[in-house]
């Protein structure tokens, strides 16, 4: 008679039993959006399935970066399982150009108070034909109000950060619907979240779930965390300047080993972020023709024309290496001229130094005894001794030679000099 009351009480428990809590995954997309940060979202959504995380968490604070890697990155939100959502964050943060195509990707787009967005407008060069100009603005424009307009925000609004590089104060974004919420921090973020329904761009409905979640902080690998730092077009300079430098000290002083092995990898180092950089191949070739005129200026009488020159192609080439049309991704004039000067006269110096090494005679060891003159110190009929170079040596003449006679060195075996009489002065 009790069986039915007891089936009753572990369905009642049964139905209330707790939700499991699932975690959101965080990352922070600061600086720069280049090849690296594609791959570190990519790792943060593959994190999230395999979690099943309630949702991914995008803060952003960044200046724009490469078109193709903002491409990227919208392409792995999109086909992301887990819901993204993309927030600027911390206060006075911003996400222009792709930073903005980035935050209105998300399935839920936020910003903080006092934070700004847009500024979308595809760079281009003054010079460039305006036919290819509006293909390009074109071509954004349509990229971003495809997504815009199936997350139902303001797609007018939305081109004008494309054609008109508008920016947008995070109350203006909201009030306008380019964003969907406002929120003070992550936790007033996600407390706003709970409960609301995403529609995703397969036409799936989703209830996110995350009041109280936890918030799992992605950690970088060591891997992304050395090419997040040495992508900065700068430091990479740096690191091919230093690395450069480290293997001629190496090539002139052999034997020192640790000029040489630093150089090598701090080279490779500068070569793997600029390979991960647009490269303009006009500055490789002014800084590959740099040496050369150093080289040449200390082996030929220029009048320093050659050596001007190579430092000029110097400090030119590492302005002109990195071809990007995002500031934040070129290197700096000031650190152009500050690392490529220096250098220029470094490598002059050193290069005049071991090229007048070279051609100077030898003026130390047996070698240096050869074209040397003593005096016989007795009769040399034909061996004895000679006093030669301040020291007492066996010599051997091909002539007999009386004492106190002048001799000059014209070989050496073993540690017998040969020497012939000086006949006349010089001779």
Do not use: C
């Amino acid at each position: 008679m009790y069986r039915p009351f007891a089936i009753f009480v572990l369905l009642a428990l049964g139905g209330v039993a707790p939700r499991e809590e699932r975690p959101v995954i965080a990352v922070d997309v600061v600086g720069v959006v280049h090849p690296i940060t594609v791959q570190i979202l990519a790792h943060v959504l593959d994190q999230a399935k395999k979690q099943n995380a309630a949702a991914v968490l995008v803060r952003l604070n960044t200046p724009g970066g490469m078109p193709d890697s903002a491409r990227q990155i919208v392409e792995e939100i999109l086909a992301s399982p887990v819901p993204v959502v993309t927030y600027v964050t911390p206060s006075t943060a911003g996400a222009a150009s792709a930073g903005f195509i980035v935050l209105e990707e998300g399935d839920v787009a936020a910003m903080a108070p006092g934070t700004h967005a847009g500024a979308a407008h595809p760079f281009t060069i003054p010079q460039m034909d305006p036919v290819i100009r509006q293909k390009l603005e074109n071509d954004a424009a349509a990229s971003l109000r495809a997504v815009v307009a199936k997350r139902g925000r303001n797609v007018a609004l939305a081109e004008k950060a494309v054609f008109e590089s508008q920016s947008f104060t995070d109350k203006e974004a909201f009030d306008n619907k380019l964003i969907d919420l406002i929120a003070a921090d992550d936790r007033d973020l996600l407390a706003q979240l709970d409960g609301r329904e995403v529609v995703r761009l397969d036409g799936r409905n989703q209830v996110l779930h995350v009041a109280g979640a936890k918030i799992i902080n992605y950690e970088k690998t060591v891997r992304e965390n050395l090419l997040s730092h040495i992508t900065d077009p700068n430091l990479a300079l740096l690191l091919l300047i230093l690395g450069g430098l480290g293997i001629y000290a190496e090539f002139a002083s052999p034997g020192l080993i640790f000029p040489g092995v630093a150089g090598v990898i701090l080279l490779l180092l500068g070569m793997t972020a600029i390979a991960l950089l647009p490269i303009n191949w006009v500055g490789v070739a002014l800084m590959v023709l740099a040496p050369v005129l150093f080289v040449l200026e200390a082996k030929m009488t220029s009048h320093g024309i050659l050596g001007i020159g190579g430092a000029v192609a110097m400090v030119l080439g590492a302005m002109l290496l990195i071809d990007s049309p995002v500031p934040e991704m070129r290197i700096r004039p000031a650190i152009a001229v500050s690392v490529g000067l220096p250098f220029a006269l470094i490598t002059l110096l050193l290069t005049a130094l071991v090229v007048r090494a070279r051609r100077s005679s030898v003026a130390t060891g047996s070698e240096g005894m050869i074209g040397q003159i003593g005096v016989a110190a007795g009769p040399l009929s034909p061996d004895g001794k000679v006093f030669v170079h301040g020291e007492y040596w066996d010599a051997v003449s091909v002539s007999p030679v009386s004492d106190g006679v002048p001799v000059k060195v014209t070989g050496l075996e073993q540690l017998t000099l040969l020497v012939q009489p000086v006949s006349k002065p010089g001779g």
